[in-house]
């Protein structure tokens, strides 16, 4: 019986892994084009139409999966900057090295941030009129929407508005903490401003326990953000505390800055 030499089989098994990536990278460009629209299309295949082609034991459709996985969403992941989107896949790469995101060098990476930046500029210039944060109530009811029910953990936001209190974007998470607090820096609440290049920012936090008050520790956040926004050139309007009935207004109480 004859048998095949080694490296032919190698080679042909090569090939066979080949044809099958090139069958998973089509399939969503082929039903794209079929239905002459892209919304038939997963975020994951979307993204994978980008960044083309995968990796050595990870296909492209693999890929894109972990990179959404990375950030916990593809809204979360279409919000990061260049430098999020590198130290988001450091961060997912040291705590999964069994299911790292590899293959996204320098000029990939370069492509996912301007086909983002592109998309955030895309929404950010959208026609339809946007609502007008005209008071804390406005702010409130913004801020509680993205809330929902039942929050059982502190949540804080950035609002980014434009020249005429007009939302940018919806409420950007900046952080979740626990029952009792949550931890906030200035640089990753303005790293939001800058990143839909507001004209001023609105923030806000709730309280699960039901009261809207602030704390000492809230009253201090506000006073650094209040500071943080004056010598950064993009004012802080308001930080609004949220319940699922009532809300608390550092501006309305004469608290914004510290005297």
């Not at 709730?206 to 926004?229: E, M, Q, V």
Request: glycine content about 6%.
């Amino acid at each position: 019986m004859a048998i095949w030499p080694r490296q032919n089989l190698e080679k042909k098994t090569t090939m066979g892994n080949d044809f099958k990536r090139r069958a998973v990278e089509s399939k969503p460009r082929e039903r794209i084009e079929r239905a002459g629209s892209a919304s038939v299309a997963s975020a994951a295949e979307l993204l994978a139409i980008i960044i083309k082609t995968g990796t050595a034991g990870c296909d492209v459709m693999e890929l894109s999966r972990r990179l959404i996985d990375a950030f916990g969403s593809a809204e979360a992941l279409v919000k990061a900057d260049l430098n999020t989107l590198r130290s988001g896949i450091k961060s997912y790469n040291d705590k999964n090295p069994k299911r790292r995101i590899a293959g996204l060098g320098r000029v990939k990476t370069l492509q996912l941030a301007a086909a983002f930046e592109l998309a955030r500029r895309g929404y950010a210039a959208r026609t339809t009129p946007a609502t007008v944060v005209a008071s804390s109530s406005d702010a409130a009811a913004v801020f509680r929407a993205a809330l929902g029910e039942n929050a059982e953990k502190e949540k804080f936001w950035a609002l980014p508005l434009d020249p005429k209190r007009r939302p940018l974007s919806e409420p950007q998470t900046i952080a979740v903490g626990t029952l009792n607090g949550v931890n906030v820096h200035p640089r990753d609440v303005f790293s939001i401003a800058v990143r839909w290049n507001a004209h001023s920012i609105v923030v806000a936090h709730n309280h699960p326990s039901g009261s809207s008050l602030p704390s000492k520790r809230d009253i201090d956040l506000t006073w650094g953000l209040y500071a943080a926004g004056k010598m950064m050139g993009i004012p802080l309007v308001d930080h609004i505390i949220i319940t699922n009935k009532s809300h608390y207004s550092f501006a309305d109480n004469g608290r914004l800055c510290k005297k």
